[in-house]
């Protein structure tokens, strides 16, 4: 696993839900989970009605409901755009 942390966002069409660093975001899209480790490849992916769950450097893991929408990697920046997301 690269050292330079993940910075992640997620967000519902009308608020930020969460935002940080992380270790690991593990997501579900309609092709099936993906996770996420800093230095992954650029994508961008069709989410999956499901959990989006992010691991913080302390180990901490924050989990939320995502739906109807995309996941957006590039450069260690990792941005979940959802139709509906909260906090679990």
């Known amino acids: 696993m690269a050292s330079a942390p993940l910075s992640v966002s997620v967000v519902s069409a009308d608020h ?19 996770g996420i480790l800093a230095g992954h490849e650029p994508m961008l992916a069709v ?18 409901h995502a739906a109807d929408g995309f996941l957006s990697v590039e450069n260690n920046t990792v941005t979940i ?3 509906s997301a909260e906090l679990v």
């Open 16 to 34: 930020q839900v969460w935002s940080g660093e992380a270790t690991l975001v593990i997501a579900k899209t309609v092709e099936g989970e993906i």
């Open 47 to 64: 989410l999956a009605s499901g959990e989006v769950r992010i691991t913080v450097a302390s180990g901490e893991k924050i989990v939320a």
């Open 81 to 83: 755009v959802a139709r």
